[in-house]
């Protein structure tokens, strides 16, 4: 939807991930760009340059955060350090919203440093929702949860990866950050149509879209952020848009990232698909073919 | 199953070490079948066993863990050459897994882990742990608070016998080996290798830097240092001290008062106090130069 409660009423247009090697370009072409999202595990730091790079950005452009660590999804509780540093963070940036993964990371204390997909069971989805209330009540920002790509399945599940998301985003009443390459790299991985999950997601809650590359192996999909979208996942984000509405896009590109010029350009061609009038009604897309799916990760830790 | 459980039986297995191939091991280390565990949790596809499905987040999980490691301590890798390092690294994060939502924390027990573990830098023991210390108080200060520096009338309006506040970001090391020196040189080395492969890839802008070409550095001769490891715009500096201003520093730092710090410094140097206070002028000029002492 292109303003909703989940993303602060705004319309936020195309952005692009923040990233090292464009802090030059930056900071020199002053280039326009309609808003940066930042990980904000990089900057959840006490001082020092992130900091500094960060209020520089603040100053001239629109952030929106976007975490890769507060695992809504493991069993254990949520980590207050945690979430007392992303609230400083938080009243920093002014983020309108906030995202992290529909995914587990961590047991006991101890973290994987990945996003984890879940079993899709009804008491995962009961406990995933009552986190995210509880980090939506502390950090007062709406949160919107981000499906991500997965390698494996569970036998534990007991409906699809689609109900499972509706399941946790209509309890917790949160926003959905919709990644089109996680679903189409998902699909590809277990065989699915995507757009039965675009198709059954609740529209009225997506507040953001995902858009990245990913690397074909053999016997499965890796979701690598490290080259341009490929034209199927295009085409997918096309058929969303046709669904939802123009909506808040994000191009992200985290490993062998190339110029600036040729991130933001691609993130751009999302403008061409967002002039289209969304239909009435549009539940009978031709389907993507199938393939396999894999794991997102998006970078963290950066010396800047 | 319920949640929790199958949580810890996935992430224990994902935690277990790779083979030698790179691929999950048949058995965890204390014995029990992989294969079984597994097989009950994840669904096989027509592609992929269950087995080889869990390996792929195996095999992320080590390359992410020990590629961030390898990032942070370059000088520990020329220090103890690749293959100790690597057996270091997957014996750390076995013995140490992460324990933060940060990467940035991963090597925050390394030190402490490695003192008791000489058997991880042969013959090198010492400088080693010399090395980890230096590379994690980098990390350490570089993203460290920060608070408003003391301007010269707050300064002179002090008192006779005040308690400094030092910033929150300056580290104290005592080191037995000049380890200093020898990560700038390694880092300047490496800057070289990068700026020769942007040159050769100019239309790709690489954010990591594969680990596995790397110069060997002669190792330098045991030598006692003091080091102020600090930030001055931004940047993170390593400042060599002289014992006593050392010993003065760290007293200052435990917030004890100047009078207290100076025989701190005087008792624990073994030098004239007159040799002390000759110098505080000096050493306090400087300081307060480079902002170290801040507001409360």
């Known amino acids: ?304 | 199953m319920n949640l929790e459980e199958i949580q810890r039986a996935v992430l224990g297995v994902i935690q277990q070490p790779l083979t030698a191939s790179e691929g999950m091991r048949k058995r965890t280390l204390d014995g029990k079948p992989i294969k079984k565990i597994v097989d009950a949790i994840i669904k096989p596809n027509d592609r992929l066993t269950s087995f080889e499905r869990l390996e792929i987040y195996n095999r992320v999980y080590w390359f992410r863990l020990i590629s961030s490691l390898a990032e942070d301590y370059q000088g520990l890798h020329s220090v103890i050459g690749r293959r100790n390092f690597e057996k270091l690294l997957v014996a750390y994060l076995r013995d140490c897994p992460s324990e933060s939502f940060t990467l940035r924390n991963l090597g925050s027990r390394l030190e402490v882990w490695l003192r008791d573990r000489p058997q991880f830098a042969p013959r090198r023991h010492r400088i080693a742990v010399d090395m980890v210390r230096l590379e994690w108080a980098d990390i350490d200060v570089f993203d460290s608070d920060e608070r408003p520096k003391l301007t010269e009338a707050e300064l002179r309006n002090l008192g006779d016998d005040p308690v400094f506040h030092l910033q929150p970001y300056l580290r104290l090391l005592d080191l037995a080996y000049p380890v200093d020196d020898l990560l700038l040189k390694i880092r300047e080395q490496q800057e070289q290798q990068e700026e020769q492969e942007k040159d050769i890839a100019s239309n790709v802008v690489m954010e990591r830097e594969p680990h596995n070409r790397r110069k060997r550095f002669s190792l330098p001769r045991p030598k006692k240092t003091y080091l102020a490891v600090h930030r001055q715009e931004m940047n993170v500096y390593f400042k060599r001290l002289e014992p006593e201003a050392f010993a003065l520093l760290g007293a200052l730092q435990q917030g004890k008062h100047l009078s207290e710090a100076i025989e701190a410094s005087v008792e624990w140097s073994n030098r004239n106090v007159t040799h002390v206070t000759g110098n505080l002028h000096g050493w306090f000029a400087n300081w307060s130069k480079l902002g170290w002492f801040c507001r409360a």
Not at chain 1, 155 to 176: K, N, P, Q, R, Y
Not at chain 1, 291 to 300: I, L, P, Q
């Open chain 1, 1 to 304: 939807m292109p303003a909703n409660r989940f993303n602060g009423y705004s319309e936020y247009g195309v952005g692009i991930g923040l990233r090292i090697p464009h802090y030059q370009h930056i900071f020199e072409k002053k280039p326009v760009v309609d808003w940066f999202e930042i990980i904000s595990e990089n900057f959840m730091v006490d001082g020092g340059r992130p900091l500094y790079v960060l209020d520089q950005i603040l100053d001239r452009y629109r952030v929106v955060q976007h975490g890769v660590s507060m695992y809504f999804g493991s069993a254990e509780p949520l980590n207050r350090e945690h979430l007392r540093r992303l609230k400083t963070l938080v009243k920093r940036t002014k983020t309108p919203w906030l995202t992290d993964h529909l995914c587990w990371g961590s047991v006991d204390g101890r973290y994987s440093h990945d996003l984890l997909p879940m079993p899709y069971t009804f008491e995962a989805a009961k406990k995933t929702a009552q986190k995210i209330r509880e980090a939506r009540d502390f950090l007062e920002v709406p949160i919107c949860v981000e499906n991500v790509s997965s390698y494996a399945e569970f036998h534990a599940s007991e409906m699809t990866e689609w109900e499972f998301l509706t399941e946790v985003v209509e309890d917790a009443d949160c926003g959905i950050l919709l990644d089109v390459n996680n679903i189409y790299v998902s699909s590809r991985n277990h065989s699915f149509d995507p757009m039965d999950y675009i198709n059954n997601v609740p529209h009225e809650r997506v507040a953001q879209i995902h858009i990245a590359g990913h690397s074909k192996f053999e016997k499965y999909i890796l979701d690598t952020h490290d080259h341009a979208p490929i034209d199927p996942v295009w085409k997918l984000y096309g058929k969303t848009i046709e669904l939802i509405g123009p909506t808040a896009t994000l191009l992200e590109w985290d490993d062998l990232i190339p110029s600036f010029d040729e991130v933001h350009n691609e993130a751009l061609k999302a403008k061409k698909f967002q002039r289209v009038k969304p239909p009435a009604q549009s539940g009978d897309a031709a389907p993507i073919s199938p393939y396999a799916k894999s794991g997102s990760y998006v970078a963290e830790k950066a010396r800047i």
